[in-house]
C-alpha cells in the first residue's frame, strides 16, 4: 500500500506558465515533506522542503503548499522553464525516513 | 557531484556474473540507502545502514548482498541476477534518524543491464 501517491504520472506545460505537481498521502505521522527533481540517468536532487507545521515555503520560483487536513502537498512552479523539464518526486517523514512517491513527468515546452 | 559518488555508471552483466556496485561519500553522512529504480515503478527502497549496522532490509533477494565497511562507503554485491533486476541503483546518504531538512543526498545512480 502506497503511503505516498502522486497520481498523475505526467505533466505537460507551456513556458512561461504555472506548473503544478500533486501529492497526496496517508500517513498522518508525516511531519516533513520534500520535493526532489530528477533529470534522466541521474539521481534525484533536493529541490524544496516544508514542516507539517507550515502551510507554505517559498523558494524563488518554486512554491510548495502543504493541506494537513486533505493529507495533500502540491509543488508550484512559476513561471515554468524547459529546463524544468524532469521527474519531480514528493517524499515524506515521519522523524528521518523517507517514503517517496512514483514521480510525476514534466514537459515544459517552448 | 553532489558529494555522493557512484561507480561504475553503467554495467552490462551475464546472469551468472558477479559483480559489485561501490558508493562514496564524503558529506559526514552517517546513514546509508540503496535504491532501485525500475521503468515506471516508484523509487524502492532496498538496504538501509545507520552508523556502518544495517537497520533496513527490505524484503530484497539474497542476490543482492550489501556492505558497509565505514560510513563513508557503501557496496552492493550482485550474483546470479536476473533480467528484471536490470534498473537504475542508486545510493543515498543523509544525517541519522530524525528530523533531516534536506533530505537525502542521492548519487548519480549506476544503471544495470543483466543479459
Not at chain 2, 88 to 111: E, H, I, K, W
Request: proline share 6%; hydrophobic share 30%.
Amino acid at each position: 500500500d502506497q503511503q505516498v501517491k502522486q497520481n498523475s504520472p505526467s505533466l505537460s506545460v507551456q513556458e512561461g506558465r504555472i506548473s503544478i505537481l500533486n501529492c497526496d498521502y496517508t500517513n498522518s505521522m508525516f511531519d516533513y515533506f520534500l520535493w526532489y527533481k530528477k533529470y534522466p540517468a541521474e539521481g534525484p536532487t533536493f529541490l524544496i522542503s516544508i514542516s507539517s507545521i507550515k502551510d507554505k515555503n517559498e523558494d524563488g520560483r518554486f512554491t510548495v503548499f502543504l493541506n494537513k487536513s486533505a493529507k495533500h502537498l502540491s509543488l508550484h512552479i512559476v513561471p515554468s522553464q524547459p529546463g524544468d523539464s524532469a521527474v519531480y518526486f514528493c517524499a515524506a517523514s515521519p522523524g528521518g525516513m523517507l517514503t517517496f512517491g512514483g514521480g510525476t513527468r514534466l514537459m515544459v515546452k517552448p | 557531484e553532489t558529494g555522493v559518488t557512484q561507480t561504475p555508471r553503467h554495467l552490462v552483466m551475464g546472469m551468472t556474473n558477479k559483480k559489485s556496485l561501490k558508493c562514496e561519500q564524503h558529506l559526514g553522512h552517517n546513514a546509508m540507502y540503496w535504491y532501485k529504480q525500475s521503468a515506471k515503478k516508484p523509487l524502492e527502497l532496498m538496504f538501509v545502514y545507520n552508523f556502518k549496522e544495517q537497520t533496513e532490509n527490505n524484503s530484497v533477494p539474497s542476490r543482492f548482498s550489501p556492505e558497509c565497511p565505514n560510513s563513508s562507503h557503501l557496496f552492493l554485491h550482485l550474483h546470479t541476477l536476473q533480467p528484471e533486476d536490470s534498473a537504475l541503483y542508486l545510493c543515498a546518504s543523509s544525517q541519522p534518524r530524525g528530523v533531516n531538512r534536506d533530505g537525502y543526498t542521492f548519487g548519480s545512480g549506476t544503471r544495470l543491464t543483466v543479459v
